[in-house]
């Protein structure tokens, strides 16, 4: 079975970093691609990051190009997020998702069932 | 990366059909066949419902289908069920390893 468990979300300040963290069981990890996906609170989806399976190829949404760093460990079969300069709001639950081949550029599945960043003073 | 334009609510009869649209642009939804959906439940995860515009993952039921026509995608759920009441996202590929989802669409059961 397909496990995604995030990990590394709480209370930060604005300004300040916060690393995420996503371990992976059930499946080769190093033959896909990985993804971010946040959602504010009553907010819809939102595509943060994706990185395919070797890390050559990374795309970011828009709103956290410049600050915010995807990266995987395919020893430790885990996806990360960096995120620096964090803003009020990037607060959001930061759900983390397969994809079903190596390049990211397909659709998300299964998914984590996230972990939560605040951004607050 | 503009968000694909979804309708915010929809809805229909136990039984009955409802379609979501979903539109983008060239360069997204009208450029790719990985136009995908996502049924999202109070207090859960995301579910894959539809992937490339109009297949169905093992478990989905039939009820669900995907087509995409030009820039705009669109999910049918037929024979509405009481447990289809959710919140439904589209999502497509916009090319340079860049995704784009739509803003909800929330389905009520009357």
């Known amino acids: 079975e397909v496990q995604l468990v995030e990990s590394g979300g709480g209370l930060v300040q604005p300004g300040r970093s916060l690393r995420l963290s996503c371990a992976t069981s059930g499946f080769k990890f190093n033959d896909h691609a990985m993804h971010w996906v946040r959602q504010g609170p009553g907010k819809g989806l939102e595509w943060v990051s994706s990185?395919?399976?070797?890390?050559?190829?990374?795309g970011y949404g828009d709103s956290v190009k410049g600050r915010f760093t995807i990266s995987r460990d395919n020893a430790k079969k885990s996806l990360y997020l960096e995120m620096n300069s964090l803003r009020v709001e990037d607060s959001a639950l930061y759900y983390c998702?397969?994809?079903?081949?190596?390049?990211?550029?397909?659709?998300?599945?299964?998914w984590g069932q996230g972990t939560l960043v605040t951004v607050s003073s | 990366q503009s968000a694909l334009t979804q309708p915010p609510s929809a809805s229909g009869s136990p039984g009955q059909s409802v379609t979501i649209s979903c539109t983008g642009t060239?360069?997204?939804?009208?450029?790719?066949?990985?136009v995908s959906w996502y049924q999202q439940h109070p207090g859960k995860a995301p579910k894959l419902m539809i992937y490339e515009v109009n297949k169905r993952p093992s478990g989905v039921p039939d009820r669900f289908s995907g087509s995409k026509s030009g820039n705009t995608a669109a999910l049918t759920v037929s024979g509405l069920q009481a447990e289809d009441e959710a919140d439904y996202y589209c999502s497509s590929y916009a090319g340079n390893n860049n995704l784009v989802f739509g803003g909800g669409t929330k389905v009520t059961v009357l």
């Open positions: 998702a397969k994809g079903p081949s190596p390049m990211a550029r397909a659709w998300f599945d299964p």
């Open positions: 060239s360069s997204d939804v009208g450029a790719y066949n990985y």
């Open positions: 990185i395919s399976w070797d890390g050559g190829d990374i």
